[in-house]
Nanobody
Framework: EVQLVESGGGLVQAGGSLRLSCAAS????????IGWFRQAPGKEREQVSC????????YYEESVKGRFTISGDNAKNTVYLQMNSLKPEDTGVYYC?????????????????????????WGQGTQVTVSS
């Protein structure tokens, strides 16, 4: 059974930082791309970042570039999202997601990530609230 368990959400003031963790079991982060999606109230779920073992670069949605950093520890089967300089518009439920064999990153040939519709497995989500 595949499980993705998020942790690290909370309430923080604008300009602050949080680190989210996604602990995976039942799958290998060596074979699956792992992404973080954000869903704000009344909005669709959108991917903010993803990581795959096949790409040295990682994908970041434009609004989080330079502020968020995704990283992985394959030995622990865990992916992290370090979020700095948080803004109120970063508020939402953050979901960890997995898709087998997908690229995540940017190179000369394009930008690679996966959508909510393409996601195979989801975590339960963790709330991030940024106050102004």
């Amino acid at each position: 059974e595949v499980q993705l368990v998020e942790s690290g959400g909370g309430l923080v003031q604008a300009g602050g930082s949080l680190r989210l963790s996604c602990a995976a079991s039942g799958l290998s982060t060596n074979s699956y791309a792992i992404g973080w999606f954000r869903q704000a109230p009344g909005k669709e779920r959108e991917q903010v970042s993803c990581i795959s073992s096949t790409d040295p670069s990682h994908y970041y949605e434009e609004s989080v570039k330079g502020r968020f950093t995704i990283s992985g520890d394959n030995a622990k089967n865990t992916v992290y999202l370090q979020m700095n300089s948080l803004k109120p518009e970063d508020t939402g439920v953050y979901y960890c997601a997995a898709r087998w064999g997908t690229r995540c990153g940017e190179d000369y040939s394009g930008t690679y990530y996966f959508t909510a519709e393409e996601t195979e497995y989801w975590g339960q989500g963790t709330q991030v609230t940024v106050s102004s």
